[in-house]
């Protein structure tokens, strides 16, 4: 059995409590060995080590390997290879015991995996926040008598736990100073430096007394290939799937094995992958000294995470809208990194692809204020550049009203509604001045739209009219559908409902030709004029299809509104229960 993890995990604590724990019971007659390996320079040195802690002279004319395999023959023993990995080309003799001394039984601590038929393979993890608090607290009380963490304390050493990746060797380093700052300060240090984590305990090993230097040694027999693809991939955040890693790091299958194989890259389930924290920062740190490599890194994972966004993002609303959205949100993290690469770079045209599919998840997953604060920092970034004459206004004003609405959209679900019809109203003026009729009618949808939010119908009429219009010169059924939503709306809240009932109707109709993402909305909106009608059972059943229509595609603010439909139409029958339980 291997122990498999990069160094500073824990694997050699482990492998002696799973040997002691071994000890207690009846398996192992003839004795429990351990094998320390680190200080051995060559493989030829691993006979002489092995029979060292076998009790075994070597004496005579027998070759100390055939020597080996007499002594364990018969014998029913576990023996403990501790810190195996840079001793590969010893793995002949290992072999041969194997074959030899079938009732022996070999635990292996190794930073990469030994990749033999006989090999059976445990990764190990980090702490997970439980005990990597605890370990803290231990560590800490060795070195502050009676030390007591208080709660801020206990957040900040939860803080620290996550930082370090539930690394054992880090949450002690990370301990150790405790003696001279608070947990919220030492949490604080980690964040902005590695280089922070060491240790001036005599009785700790050189090579483990600072992460910096488990990483050197760690990284000294990477091969160039293997190295570079390790630099790139510090570019991502989290777990990421393998054609991620390709593209972003330009390596081979085979290299990225070799990264799995030394524990350089972990399984994250469900075909994914990713690399230890700390180690993602120390690569990060390699990746900085090249720039030319690093930017050219940071190109192509954005280039990748923006493809998915607007490939995922499209899926949304539609009959796959589930698994778009909680793909999405598996990769969030990248894909904020890769938006802010456009920001920062001004992007023009990958923000101006990237800004509905984005205000689209953010709608869908409920994170307004961040999506707000994303396209706001968007279109600071671009009029920026426009002042400073950096960017051509031809090609930058169309993006940045885009970015406008789009942050209007998501400041109205928000419920401000003010800074929504102010943007717009800019939109609007942006849309009319450079003539394009099929945005400034999208813009005069939105304006009803918030108008109507806002109580103020008659304004959202004269808007929805004018979004009507142009929708019918231009043949566009979306635009169509959008503008005889808002005007049924605006009827229903007058309680002209013969009209609005028929607006309404026909907009649900467009909506499915044209594949609409507001059709939950409309049949939710339907329903409420029908209740009003007096048709409560049919206005109840409309609500419903649109309630599954927003579950289906995942639509928080759509299921929002079918359950307050719901609600609303119970209590319009008299049925209380159901009410509060819609409500609820």
């Not at 400073?388 to 940045?400: H, Q, S, Y």
Request: with cysteine; proline share 4%; charged share 25%.
């Amino acid at each position: 059995l291997t122990l498999i993890a990069p160094g500073g995990m824990g694997k050699t604590r482990l492998a002696i409590a799973a040997a002691e724990a071994l000890g207690e019971r009846p398996g192992f007659p003839d004795g429990i060995y351990f094998v320390p390996l680190a200080r051995l320079a060559t493989a030829d040195l691993l006979p002489s080590a092995l029979a060292g802690a076998l009790g075994l002279n070597l004496s005579g004319t027998l070759e100390p390997a055939e020597q080996l395999v007499r002594f364990l023959r018969p014998r029913r023993a576990l023996i403990v290879l501790d810190n195996f990995e840079h001793l590969l080309d010893g793995l002949d003799l290992l072999i041969r015991l194997l074959e030899a001394a079938p009732d022996a039984r070999w635990l292996v601590t190794s930073r990469v995996v030994l990749n033999i038929r006989a090999e059976e393979r445990f990764a190990l993890g980090g702490l997970d926040a439980d005990a990597g608090q605890q370990l803290f607290i231990s560590a800490a009380a060795r070195i502050v008598a009676g030390y007591t963490p208080d709660p801020a304390d206990l957040a900040a050493i939860g803080d620290i736990c996550r930082a370090v990746g539930g690394m054992p060797l880090a949450v002690e380093l990370a301990a150790a100073w405790t003696r001279l700052m608070d947990a919220p300060a030492i949490a604080a240090r980690i964040r902005h430096d590695l280089a922070f984590l060491t240790s001036d305990m005599r009785d700790m090993p050189e090579r483990q007394r600072s992460m910096r230097v488990v990483f050197d040694h760690m990284w000294a027999q990477l091969s160039p290939p293997e190295a570079a693809a390790l630099n790139r991939l510090s570019v991502l955040r989290g777990p990421f799937r393998l054609a991620a890693a390709e593209a972003i790091s330009e390596a081979t299958p085979g290299v990225l094995a070799t990264l799995l194989d030394q524990s350089l890259l972990s399984a994250a389930g469900g075909g994914r992958f990713e690399i230890h924290e700390l180690l993602r920062q120390y690569a990060a740190e390699r990746l900085a000294a090249a720039p030319d490599v690093e930017v050219a890194a940071r190109a192509r994972h954005a280039a990748h995470y923006l493809d998915l966004l607007r490939q995922r993002g499209a899926a949304l609303g539609g009959v796959d809208s589930r698994e778009a959205l909680a793909a999405l949100r598996r990769n969030l993290d990248n894909v904020r990194l890769a938006w802010d690469w456009a920001v920062d770079g001004r992007q023009i045209e990958e923000l101006s692809d990237a800004a509905r599919p984005l205000e689209t998840f953010y709608r869908y997953s409920g994170l307004l204020a961040e999506g707000v604060q994303a396209f706001a920092a968007a279109s600071g970034a671009l009029a920026v550049g426009l002042d400073r004459g950096e960017l051509d206004p031809p090609a930058t004003l169309p993006v940045i009203h885009t970015l406008w609405r789009r942050e209007a959209l998501l400041r109205e679900l928000r419920g401000d509604g003010a800074a929504a019809v102010a943007l717009l109203e800019r939109t609007r003026a942006g849309w009319t001045a450079l003539g394009d009729r099929r945005r400034l009618a999208q813009t005069l949808n939105d304006l009803a739209y918030v108008h109507i939010r806002r109580g103020q119908g008659d304004v959202a009429r004269d808007s929805a009219r004018a979004a009507l219009a142009l929708g019918r010169e231009l043949g566009d059924d979306e635009l169509i559908a959008d503008a005889l939503h808002n005007l049924g709306n605006i009827a229903g809240t007058a309680e002209d409902l013969r009209p609005a009932e028929s607006q309404l109707r026909e907009s649900i109709d467009l909506y499915r030709r044209a594949g609409g993402r507001l059709l939950a909305g409309a049949l939710c909106d339907l329903g409420r004029v029908l209740v009003q009608k007096g048709d409560l059972e049919e206005g109840r059943a409309t609500v419903a299809r649109g309630l599954a229509v927003a579950e289906a595609a995942g639509d928080q603010p759509a299921i929002v509104l079918a359950l307050t439909a719901l609600g609303g139409s119970a209590l319009s029958a008299g049925d209380l229960a159901a009410a509060e339980v819609y409500n609820r």
